[in-house]
């Protein structure tokens, strides 16, 4: 059946224009290659090199003329005198009237070796610039429902077109390829599987017109996406074109090129390569650019972030003058430009003391503070942000706590527990919770500035981590004499905690054991004052600690003692003055 096929293929060709032939005798002879049983590696490497061939031929049918040139003809001469011969060695491996398999291996592997030299010329002949272009076409777009085949016919179309030589028909290639690959994934699949295909991509990277250089950025940059394509496209050298772009290239193209390597540095292993070839040099260039953009500036700060987790990439950084220039974006308008910068100012300080010192005194601690003003215009993403910031960079240096202080970065935390957004809140929470860890000063200048009312209305949140911070908090701030004595002179502090530690009632829903246990040391550090404990004795709530003591729970069974204790004293008292 096979060989009928194959037959009749070349008797209606018979008569036809070569090139046209040539295109006709493929697909049957491609056809009729499945129907083979032996040298099944042989044949499928022949039916890729038939394909490729086909696209090429199609491409010169459908998009140029090239009338009489002598070049062309004997080329496809050629075409169809090895064609012709692959068919005859076909018909014997069907029907197995080969006379010896050697022989016929051998046989194949000079048909391989034949096509792929026309492979090789038909490259030659389009880089050449030989054949004119005509009006014709694109092959149209295959529907969703499409074939394999019909896909992959489609994808060696765009590439003949890529290697043709007018810019013109490379970019309305790309252009398509960029539509399909974004609709279908099989596409980015079958494209891989087509010598050479990604290397054109990758070397129009370099390619002097805008639009093609543009093209070519945005198709690689949706490849760069899938995880099988990453290995591709950096074993065909794809680092340093992009790196080239982001020198040179438009807006557009620096934007696709640093989200490839946004995406290719997320393996830290490519961080030497980006470094290499200039790559860190080029990034820092386009943040220090005030005409780059915000989104552009954005993208170089994500990857410039991906890159300082090699220790010796970070130091260059620093010695390029990173950190000015980073906290110089943090000043700026643009949105996405702070939270970016911000971002990469945490990575770089990351566990580093001699960052977090650099940073403080290139004065980023007032910068960090200014973000925070509730008078200022930044946004509450940006402001969540900086505070983040400060508490990882400020963490452990001993004289940024009176820089923040100074800057008022108190004010702003308690301002934010008041009226700030959900989310604010519970950054500023944290906050507040960092800060009464730092000193005793500290938690003596919070008392001072009215954190302890606001700190109260946080423990009958309905965010259970809320809770636990606020209670921790006043459990640290509580330690402070006077801190105590502001506590207890609001007569609801003290009956609030004791209804909280209800074991069946709300209260015990809302405790979780170490809350419990933090609301129990608060009750202990006020227990020292004599106002203190005269409210919990006459509290409707007093039974809520008994319970808790006749469980067993230490802590309570320590207050209920100390109470019992202080009422024999006041019963003895009693007695010796009557």
């Given at each position: ?226 995880e099988s394509c990453k290995g591709v496209l950096i074993s065909v050298g794809i680092i340093s074109p992009l790196v080239r772009v982001l020198e040179s290239g438009s807006r557009s ?326």
């Amino acid at each position: 059946m096979g060989e009928e096929q194959g037959q009749k293929s070349v008797q209606s060709s018979a008569g036809k224009p070569r090139l046209q032939q040539a295109i006709e005798f493929i697909s049957p002879l491609i056809s009729l290659s499945h129907s083979i049983k032996v040298f099944p590696v042989k044949w499928q490497s022949i039916r890729n090199k038939l394909d490729d061939i086909l696209s090429n031929l199609t491409a010169i049918d459908q998009n140029c003329n090239f009338n009489d040139n002598e070049s062309i003809s004997n080329t496809v001469d050629a075409i169809l005198a090895t064609l012709k011969n692959c068919n005859e060695l076909a018909r014997r491996c069907v029907d197995f009237s080969y006379t010896g398999k050697l022989l016929m291996k051998s046989d194949l592997d000079i048909a391989c070796t034949k096509l792929d030299s026309h492979i090789k010329t038909l490259s030659e002949i389009y880089t050449l610039g030989l054949l004119a272009h005509s009006n014709a076409l694109v092959v149209p777009k295959p529907g969703l429902l499409a074939s394999r085949d019909d896909v992959r016919f489609y994808i060696n179309d765009l590439f003949s077109r890529f290697k043709i030589g007018s810019s013109d028909m490379k970019k309305q290639a790309l252009v398509a390829f960029n539509e399909v690959i974004q609709e279908d994934d099989r596409y980015v699949k079958i494209s891989l599987e087509v010598d050479c295909f990604i290397s054109f991509l990758v070397h129009f990277l370099d390619f002097e017109e805008t639009e093609v250089q543009e093209e070519a950025a945005k198709a690689v940059c949706v490849i760069s996406g899938f995880e099988s394509c990453k290995g591709v496209l950096i074993s065909v050298g794809i680092i340093s074109p992009l790196v080239r772009v982001l020198e040179s290239g438009s807006r557009s193209s620096k934007e696709f090129a640093a989200r490839c390597l946004m995406k290719f540095t997320e393996n830290s292993n490519n961080a030497w390569s980006v470094s290499a070839h200039g790559g860190v040099t080029a990034l820092l260039k386009i943040c220090g650019n005030g005409n780059s953009g915000g989104e552009l500036v954005g993208l170089a700060c994500g990857v410039l972030k991906n890159l300082v987790g090699v220790e010796e990439i970070k130091r260059f950084m620093i010695e390029e003058g990173a950190i000015p220039l980073i906290l110089n974006l943090a000043r700026s308008k643009d949105e996405i430009t702070q939270i970016c910068s911000l971002d990469f100012l945490q990575a770089m300080a990351y566990k580093d003391e001699s960052i977090r010192e650099m940073v403080v005194k290139e004065g980023g601690i007032s910068t960090l503070v200014h973000i925070l003003d509730p008078k200022s215009s930044f946004s509450t993403k940006i402001k969540e942000v900086s505070l983040r910031g400060i508490m990882n960079i400020c963490c452990s240096l001993e004289n940024s706590l009176n820089i923040l202080i100074a800057s008022g970065f108190m004010d702003h935390i308690l301002y934010f527990l008041r009226y700030g957004e959900a989310s604010v809140q519970e950054l500023a929470l944290k906050a507040a919770f960092w800060l009464c860890g730092t000193s005793v000063e500290t938690k003596k200048l919070m008392g001072d500035v009215g954190f302890m009312p606001v700190l109260v209305k946080f423990l009958d949140s309905k965010s259970f981590e809320i809770r636990e911070m606020a209670a921790g908090v006043l459990s640290s701030m509580v330690i402070i004499p006077r801190n105590r004595k502001r506590f207890v002179q609001n007569d609801q502090n003290v009956g609030l905690i004791l209804q909280m530690l209800d074991p069946a009632g709300a209260g015990e829903a809302n405790s979780s054991k170490n809350n419990k246990r933090l609301l129990l040391s608060i009750l202990m550090s006020v227990t020292s004052c004599n106002s203190a404990r005269k409210k919990i004795m006459n509290s409707g709530y007093l039974k809520n600690i008994e319970k808790l003591a006749e469980a067993e729970v230490s802590d309570a069974k320590k207050i209920v003692r100390k109470l019992s204790a202080n009422r024999f004293r006041s019963i003895l008292s009693g007695i010796w003055h009557s």
